[in-house]
């Protein structure tokens, strides 16, 4: 019997990286068995070329913002198209309402899929998160986030879909001049992805990379920012006076290859993760790693990586200065990238995906 999944996605990034081609070769996937693939994602979505070269190759529809009529609109897709399994990722509780009313009395599985830690709200909030996400199912990207949902939610079926990566996307670069950027030639080049400024350690980073080019070692960092661009900015004015000479902040590419080959060295100095893409992207690519020791970074068991004590500047400081200054040797940097090939394809990621979709379409109460 043919089946709809329905995917909701609060993503308005930039490109559509490692998350919408993952999304698109798991459509692939359910189509290669009969069965159909819905996106649905936020109104702001809709600017973004990605989505609109989506919308050219599956069924993609837009929210409005305004609640009567996206669930006039919601309910109109799933009586359509027969929607069969509601699959949400980034999810936030005024969209998980809606999805509930939308599907009011059809008994749709649906699925909270865990790309991030997941957060729990506080007093009344909580109460009313309780009952939103009563009888779902999660979907953590680690084993952390998995367990973390069981802790919180006993009662919930929770699984684990390990994170993979689209690697076709990491052999497509273009040759960047580090002149035309404002990198300087005799000076190491950084990168970080930093879009939350305190979650991500950017304020971590820039004390790391002041103090070092105050001490003489020349170190520039990119700061690739996919959205909160002038909030970030601002924080850094706010620390500095001016963005220094030392910090680069550049947009994202489809082919993120291009500014990893500028790298010497890639940081996550992360107070907390779900499962970072950046970092096995950085390790396939055989970029030197220094990150911070949270859970979701020690879980990868990157044998080249380099850690420092989460929260700690100087440690970090201290950490890069030691690998710049003697980096890992190119075979152990080729046996990781070779292992992150191994442990993270995409093949198994979408196995694990339908074989959850299997369960939960034979046990409905979960809705």
């Given at each position: ?57 599956a069924t993609v ?30 999810y936030k509780l ?40 009563r009888g779902k ?231």
């Amino acid at each position: 019997m043919s089946k709809t999944v329905l995917h909701f996605a609060d993503f308005k990034s930039p490109c559509r990286g490692n998350f919408i081609n993952s999304l698109e070769a798991l459509r692939e996937a359910v189509g290669e068995r009969g069965w159909s693939t819905v996106y649905v994602f936020p109104a702001a979505t809709a600017e973004r070329d990605w989505a609109q070269e989506l919308g050219e190759q599956a069924t993609v529809y837009y929210l409005s913002g305004r609640f009567l009529s996206d669930l006039k609109l919601l309910r109109r897709v799933i009586k359509r198209h027969g929607v069969s399994l509601i699959h949400h990722h980034f999810y936030k509780l005024p969209y998980v309402l809606l999805f509930d009313l939308a599907a009011w009395g059809k008994k749709i599985p649906q699925l909270i899929h865990l790309h991030c830690a997941l957060h729990i709200h506080q007093g009344p909030a909580r109460v009313i998160e309780k009952f939103l996400l009563r009888g779902k199912a999660f979907i953590g990207c680690s084993e952390k986030l998995t367990d973390d949902a069981k802790r919180f939610y006993p009662k919930n079926p929770a699984f684990t879909a390990k994170n993979a990566i689209f690697f076709p996307r990491l052999e497509q670069f273009e040759p960047l001049d580090k002149a035309a950027l404002g990198l300087r030639e005799n000076a190491k080049t950084l990168m970080l992805f930093g879009f939350l400024y305190e979650v991500k350690g950017v304020d971590l980073a820039l004390e790391a990379l002041e103090s070092l080019n105050r001490t003489g070692d020349a170190a520039d960092l990119i700061l690739i920012l996919t959205s909160n661009r002038e909030a970030i900015r601002e924080k850094i004015t706010q620390r500095f006076g001016a963005i220094p000479a030392w910090l680069h902040l550049l947009p994202p590419r489809n082919d993120i290859a291009s500014y990893f080959r500028l790298c010497d060295l890639f940081l996550a100095p992360s107070r907390s993760e779900g499962l970072p893409y950046s970092v096995l992207e950085a390790a396939w690519l055989k970029v030197p790693t220094v990150l911070s020791d949270i859970p979701a970074h020690t879980a990868l068991a990157l044998p080249c990586a380099s850690f420092f004590p989460c929260g700690n500047a100087s440690a970090l400081t201290e950490k890069i200065r030691q690998i710049l200054r003697s980096p890992p040797s190119e075979a152990r940097l080729t046996a990781q990238s070779e292992a992150v090939f191994r442990e993270y394809r995409l093949e198994e990621w979408i196995k694990t995906v339908l074989n959850i979709y299997d369960k939960q379409l034979k046990n409905r109460r979960f809705s």
